[in-house]
């Protein structure tokens, strides 16, 4: 359908631009997670934007300004070091961090969508120095926006 090819071109350009990135066709969208490589990683306790998380988001604005028609979701994640109300507002931050610098690189903000999980999603093990800087990361969420939906429906796919 159109959304699907729209999604598949959008996800090869991601990969092709970030080699790095695992980049996942799901349904009608895209989930993209980042390695050390090629990541928005965070410092302890910190949400500022990285240089080297600076460069990857820089790279993924160019694919999303190709694609107005899709609405990201923005997911903050830390690791298990300190309290679980600290680590939430603490998600959340680097959530809406990666947003707003996004949103300067000429991206419209009412594409975006930000959620923190905390430390409730683990994807590495939280007992390791590196598992704990693997898991202060940022994930995306790309779907279909309601323009995109109407063009398909006018399509009749």
Same mark, same amino acid.
């Given at each position: 359908?159109?959304?699907?090819?729209?999604?598949? /071109?959008?996800?090869?350009?991601?990969?092709?631009?970030?080699?790095?990135?695992?980049?996942?066709?799901?349904?009608?969208?895209? =989930?993209?997670?980042?390695?050390?490589?090629?990541?928005?990683?965070?410092?302890?306790?910190?949400? =500022?934007?990285?240089?080297?998380?600076?460069?990857?988001?820089?790279?993924?604005?160019?694919?999303?300004?190709?694609?107005?028609?899709?609405?990201?979701?923005?997911?903050?994640? $830390?690791?298990?070091?300190?309290?679980?109300?600290? =680590?939430?507002?603490?998600?959340?931050? /680097?959530? /809406?961090?990666?947003?707003?610098?996004?949103?300067? @690189?000429?991206?419209?903000?009412?594409?975006?969508?930000? @959620?923190?999980?905390?430390?409730?999603?683990?994807?590495?093990? =939280?007992? $390791?120095?590196?598992?704990?800087?693997?898991? /202060?990361?940022?994930?995306?969420?790309?779907?279909?926006?309601? @323009?995109?939906?109407?063009?398909?429906?006018?399509?009749?796919?």
């Amino acid at each position: 359908g159109v959304i699907g090819d729209k999604m598949d /071109r959008q996800a090869e350009q991601i990969q092709q631009a970030l080699p790095d990135a695992e980049v996942t066709r799901v349904g009608e969208g895209i =989930n993209v997670v980042f390695d050390e490589k090629s990541g928005i990683y965070f410092d302890t306790n910190k949400y =500022n934007i990285t240089s080297v998380s600076q460069q990857t988001l820089d790279r993924l604005s160019i694919v999303f300004g190709d694609y107005p028609d899709t609405n990201i979701l923005i997911e903050g994640h $830390t690791d298990d070091t300190g309290s679980d109300a600290y =680590n939430q507002t603490l998600s959340e931050n /680097r959530a /809406r961090a990666v947003e707003n610098y996004l949103v300067t @690189k000429g991206l419209a903000s009412s594409r975006f969508t930000t @959620k923190g999980y905390g430390e409730t999603q683990p994807k590495y093990d =939280n007992t $390791t120095a590196e598992g704990r800087s693997k898991n /202060r990361r940022v994930e995306f969420a790309i779907v279909a926006n309601d @323009k995109m939906i109407q063009q398909a429906k006018a399509k009749g796919n």
